[in-house]
């Protein structure tokens, strides 16, 4: 993006326990411009949260946690800060971070970013050969699924890891980015509680997976 400074790694600082502690509703869009930061190895992926949707709870249809406490949604109901990692379609995973105090369901799904660092080695993860043309550069982390496949996370090895320590595999930081307009839409690709407007987007931003705002 012209006139944005140069991305630099160690600018970011990792977010608080405190920052997840709160509802998704305020968590979801206070997470639009942090970065998510990958370490697989020697390797080390980054990319702008420009989209994300809350998801409530017990209460929200939609959820994962409507279903009650399982082995498989454990963390949405433990503690704030940690990663949940869920596959789904039997094709892709999805990450998601729990929020709200131990305890109490809440969490906010991640759907797209802004690649901003290792995109070669997002491309070799999502199989993209060739020159990182700007349209190589929209597929690699537009969509929860794309996100994943990106960054190589999945279940076995990333559920349930603290989000807020750079010493994890995954985790979100601040390297003092503010977005210029947020916007906020319906949930996409979900049939329960569609019409709640949990979705949050950088507007105009992209590389947002969905229906970009026009505001």
């Known amino acids: 993006m ?14 608080s326990v405190d920052f997840y502690d709160r509802d998704p509703r305020r968590v979801a869009p206070g997470l639009l ?9 020697h390797e080390r992926m980054a990319g702008r949260i420009v989209e994300v949707e809350a998801y409530l709870g017990a209460d929200d249809a939609a959820a994962h946690a409507a279903a009650g406490l399982t082995p498989r949604n454990r963390v949405l109901f433990g503690p704030p800060g940690r990663s949940y990692v869920y596959f789904i379609y039997g094709n892709y995973y999805c990450l998601n971070v729990s929020c709200l105090p131990d305890g109490v369901a809440g969490g906010v ?22 020159e990182l043309t ?28 603290d989000i807020t320590s750079p010493k994890s595999g995954v985790w979100i930081g601040d390297d003092g980015y503010r977005p210029p307009r947020i916007a906020v839409t319906r949930r996409i690709g979900i049939t329960k509680a569609a019409e709640d407007p949990l979705r949050y ?3 105009r931003n992209e590389f947002v997976s969905g229906p970009k705002s026009r505001t």
């Open 2 to 15: 012209k006139g944005r400074r140069k991305f630099d790694l160690q600018r970011v600082r990792p977010l």
């Open 109 to 130: 799904l991640f759907r797209a970013l802004e690649p901003l660092a290792g995109l070669r080695v997002m491309a070799r993860n999502r199989g993209l050969r060739g």
């Open 33 to 41: 411009g942090k970065v998510l930061v990958r370490r697989s190895g």
């Open 134 to 161: 700007e349209r190589i550069k929209r597929l690699l982390t537009t969509g929860p699924g794309r996100l994943c496949e990106a960054m190589k996370i999945t279940r076995a090895r990333d559920n349930d890891v």
């Open 201 to 203: 987007i950088i507007a």
